[in-house]
């Protein structure tokens, strides 16, 4: 396998963060496939995978953010056969770090305004900042 990914991003590599090891198939016979989400300067979020000869291609490409994105973390948990990616960069508040907890289920999210915003999903699959109003940490 190659160890290195050569002009990643074109303005500028930022983040990586590794899929969680475990086998996502519809009919179960398809091996292991490994796989990094990155992220740069040229706002777009690329899902990485290791091919056949065991070098790293795109296997897709993730517009969306206006500017530079600073940051990319792959949930450590898998529901059925969808995988969620969260990241963050500059916007009209500059974020620089996302992180999720062990069971993926709370995002943690700092930024320039020297604070760390907890988010969990609701019932409804939206995602809500949590406040101290909640009761719940």
Request: hydrophobic letters at 35%.
């Amino acid at each position: 396998m190659e160890t290195k990914i050569s002009k990643a991003h074109e303005q500028g590599a930022n983040a990586v963060s590794w899929c969680p090891a475990h086998r996502v198939t519809d009919s179960g016979d398809q091996p292991y496939r490994k796989r990094l989400a990155s992220c740069g300067n040229d706002k777009l979020i690329k899902i990485w995978v290791v091919d056949e000869k065991g070098e790293w291609i795109v296997e897709k490409s993730l517009p969306g953010h206006s500017d530079y994105v600073r940051d990319v973390a792959w949930c450590p948990v898998v529901n059925h056969s969808t995988y969620t990616i969260a990241s963050c960069g500059l916007t009209d508040d500059a974020l620089w770090h996302v992180s999720w907890s062990v069971c993926g289920t709370i995002l943690s999210v700092s930024g320039e305004d020297n604070k760390i915003a907890l988010w969990r999903e609701n019932l409804q699959g939206q995602w809500q900042k949590m406040d101290d109003s909640d009761g719940k940490h």
